[in-house]
């Protein structure tokens, strides 16, 4: 039983297109995360939610917006899509207290030629 | 703002040998700590935490101790095994009253047999 899940793994496109990542958790958590890791590793937060609601939203391009129609999914949408865009995207999430864990997917791997 | 510095990699260690990556952290308040792990090709996992002063997180053989005097939460082990190589990550959830989580570079360690 995969905890948080992400679709796709991989995800390769044009620059220009507008494309989406999916993120489900059956945990039953009720905050939920996007993260952009950078080519050098580097692991920024982009967005949280917190029973649907945006409760961090930080210094992100607004072609970036993130959609949770319900607890358990927050989806990530990626309007004309850009060079600089290429990353791996990870899902995560927590119950919802500061300290917390949180538990992230496996990743989508985005690739914009 | 809050951050978390990491010793830079990559740590290149015999199978057996101990390992030490430093992490100190820079916060208002007081955060909690944690130490992820990302194995070649897979998203994150919790390795350890503490939340509070002189915690100490383990699991794995891995251990961490919360230094308020040194604002530092260094990551040990006694005996590596070739199949630790993977990157760490230290972090800390920022104090207040939203869960973002705030990571160092991470740190690459490859354990050679």
């Known amino acids: 039983d995969t905890a948080v899940s992400q679709t796709p793994k991989y995800l390769v496109t044009q620059m220009g297109n507008d494309k989406s990542i999916k993120c489900e958790q059956n945990?039953?958590?009720?905050?939920m995360y996007w993260y952009k890791q950078d080519s050098k590793k580097f692991l920024k937060i982009m967005f949280s939610y917190n029973n649907k609601e945006l409760i961090i939203n930080e210094t992100v391009p607004n072609r970036f917006s993130p959609k949770s129609p319900d607890k358990a999914h927050l989806n990530l949408h990626i309007n004309s899509l850009e060079l600089g865009d290429s990353a791996v995207y990870f899902c995560a999430s927590s119950p919802g207290t500061r300290s917390d864990t949180q538990y992230f997917g496996p990743g989508t791997r985005l690739t914009v030629l | 703002g809050d951050s978390v510095t990491q010793m830079e990699g990559p740590v290149t260690l015999s199978e057996e040998a101990f390992l030490t990556i430093n992490c100190t952290y820079t916060a208002t308040g007081y955060p909690s700590l944690f130490w992820y792990v990302q194995y070649p090709g897979e998203g994150l996992q919790l390795l350890l935490k503490?939340?509070?002063?002189?915690d100490k997180g383990s699991n794995k053989g891995f251990e961490a101790t919360y230094r308020k005097e040194t604002t530092s939460f260094h990551l040990e082990k006694g005996s590596v095994q070739v199949s630790d190589s993977a990157v760490y990550f230290c972090?800390?959830?920022?104090?207040?009253?939203?869960?973002?989580?705030?990571f160092g570079t991470g740190t690459l360690l490859a354990v050679q047999p």
């Open positions: 972090a800390l959830i920022y104090g207040g009253a939203t869960n973002k989580l705030i």
């Open positions: 503490a939340t509070k002063a002189d």
């Open positions: 945990l039953g958590h009720d905050t």
